[in-house]
């Protein structure tokens, strides 16, 4: 379910308007490209839904 949310154009791979698009939605609108790209390259590549649930899970277990 919260990957569906955050891949806004549903292809699969969550980008950085795709988390652009979520922040705007939740009222934080002057997100930085800066954190956005931190957070993207935590993925090491393209951030698929298997990629999604590894990074989710590492930040629930600390």
Same mark, same amino acid.
């Given at each position: 379910? @919260?990957?569906?949310?955050?891949?806004?154009?549903?292809?699969? !791979?969550?980008?950085?308007?795709?988390?652009?698009?979520?922040? @705007?939605? %939740?009222?934080?609108?002057? !997100?930085?490209?800066?954190?956005?790209?931190?957070?993207?390259?935590?993925?090491?590549?393209?951030?698929?839904?298997?990629?999604?649930?590894s %990074?989710?899970?590492?930040?629930?277990?600390?």
């Amino acid at each position: 379910q @919260a990957f569906g949310c955050i891949d806004q154009d549903r292809d699969g !791979v969550i980008k950085k308007q795709d988390l652009k698009e979520t922040y @705007a939605q %939740l009222g934080k609108l002057n !997100v930085k490209d800066e954190e956005l790209d931190e957070m993207l390259n935590e993925g090491k590549g393209p951030i698929n839904f298997t990629v999604f649930l590894s %990074l989710f899970g590492e930040k629930l277990n600390g």
